[in-house]
């Protein structure tokens, strides 16, 4: 296989880019969606890197990176990455970018092209799960429950699924992340 040039994956190694793997349309996709339309416009000063809390403390989170392997139309390499989901979506990266990239927002598409094609984390997942059966995104443990009784205090507010629900589908995320139907229940019902 033709090896084009090389880029430095997101554990700082060298990885060479294969042409077969390289579509150069996909940074023209990119600027097409709401979030991405600056993308054209980083030039790589790593100021959305050095900035980022996450980055700070992860050897592999790399905003700058993800954005520079867009930009060469490495496509499955960005929307494969288990990093992709590591941002907080904190927007310091989007505030301190010189260049307006909106940087919190292109790694949320990054996220729901990731998501279209089934490449989600299973902790997203089990959220997504809950959130549609509960009304929030994690699950209170029994235990947690009758500790909270033991020591008198009242019980916690019950979540609103249905309410959640109709939001939901606005964002099409049942057809993101197709959860399991609640037991009892029909969850696209609510869509
Ligand atoms: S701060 Fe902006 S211009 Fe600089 S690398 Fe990040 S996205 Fe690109
Ligand atoms: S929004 Fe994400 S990429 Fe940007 S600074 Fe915060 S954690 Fe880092």
Redesign the pocket.
Known sequence: MTEVASTSTQQGKEQPIKASEIDPHFKYELQKIHGGEKIL?????????SDCPVARFSDSYR??TL?HMAQLGLKDRVLNSDTLWLCAACFT?TD????D?E?AN?IRVFRNLAADKGCIPQVFKDQAQSLIETGYAYKIPDLRIKKRESQGLPPLPKGNPQSVCKVLKGVKFFERTQPQKPAGENANAQQ
């Open positions: 416009k980083c030039f790589q000063c790593g100021t959305c890197t905003p700058r954005i990266c301190r970018c010189p260049q990239v940087v292109v």
